[in-house]
């Protein structure tokens, strides 16, 4: 069994694609299997990915009904004992990265890393932490974990479920939210792990993402919800 699944989602997108693609093969680190799910792409997509295919362990060009469709179908693809989602665009930080965090021999069931936040353009990158060294209930509430920049266990799949596929953008907030109810274990390294680029959909509707994550909060948090609710409204 690999270490590591790398899963990469994408529809078309071939440009980043191959970003994505160059940051993941090039790794120093060899322990990991490369999974890419397409989305029945037309701009070229298939070339890139047959021109890597070497170092793809698979790959299915479909069309899918959404993001974690998509992300759904990489997990029931994936052996690895720990999965990691680079969708098209996002890219690992440096050609070394996977050795310094897997050299530190993680166990945890969650392991947060740091991630870079960059302009459509790649300009003005941010670093985006987990500023907390407990994640717990209080803290999922507010915030998510970095998405491309976390290790999850597989077995946490078994044990959670998969990806909701009935939202659209929140639904890798949804699985971190059960996760930790289901007091999976976490570990947090100082290392920048991965680029994340705004030119993705969680930029694009903000409004969509605030939306979706209220509907996770409620669901799951009915009181810290209706106590948050009425904080904002005496706020205002």
Not at 37 to 48: A, F, M, P, R
Not at 96 to 111: E, G, M, R
Not at 117 to 126: A, C, K, L
Not at 136 to 162: A, C, E, M, V, W
Request: net charge neutral; proline share 3%.
């Amino acid at each position: 069994m690999p270490k590591l699944s790398i899963i990469t989602i994408n529809h078309n997108n071939r440009e980043g694609l191959s970003k994505t693609i160059e940051s993941v093969v090039n790794q120093t680190f060899q322990d990991y299997e490369y999974i890419i799910i397409d989305g029945g792409s037309n701009d070229g997509t298939l070339e890139e990915i047959k021109n890597n295919r070497h170092k793809i362990k698979k790959w299915i060009s479909e069309k899918d009904s959404g993001i974690y469709n998509a992300m759904n179908k990489g997990i029931n693809n994936a052996t690895g004992e720990y999965c990691l989602f680079l969708n098209s665009g996002d890219y690992l930080y440096s050609l070394n990265v996977l050795d310094a965090v897997f050299s530190k021999s993680p166990s945890a069931d969650l392991i947060c890393c740091l991630m870079n936040i960059e302009e459509v353009d790649g300009s003005n990158p941010t670093v985006y932490s987990v500023n907390t060294e407990r994640i717990n209930n209080r803290y999922i509430f507010i915030q998510s974990l970095p998405h491309p920049s976390t290790f999850i266990k597989r077995d946490l799949f078994n044990k959670h479920g998969l990806y909701d596929e009935s939202l659209k953008i929140a639904g890798d907030y949804d699985f971190f939210v059960r996760a930790i109810k289901g007091k999976a274990t976490f570990e947090i390294y100082q290392i920048i792990l991965s680029s994340f680029n705004k030119g993705g959909i969680s930029y694009r509707d903000l409004d969509l993402v605030s939306t979706e994550q209220m509907i996770v909060q409620k669901k799951y948090y009915p009181v810290y919800y209706l106590f948050h609710s009425l904080l904002n409204r005496i706020k205002k």
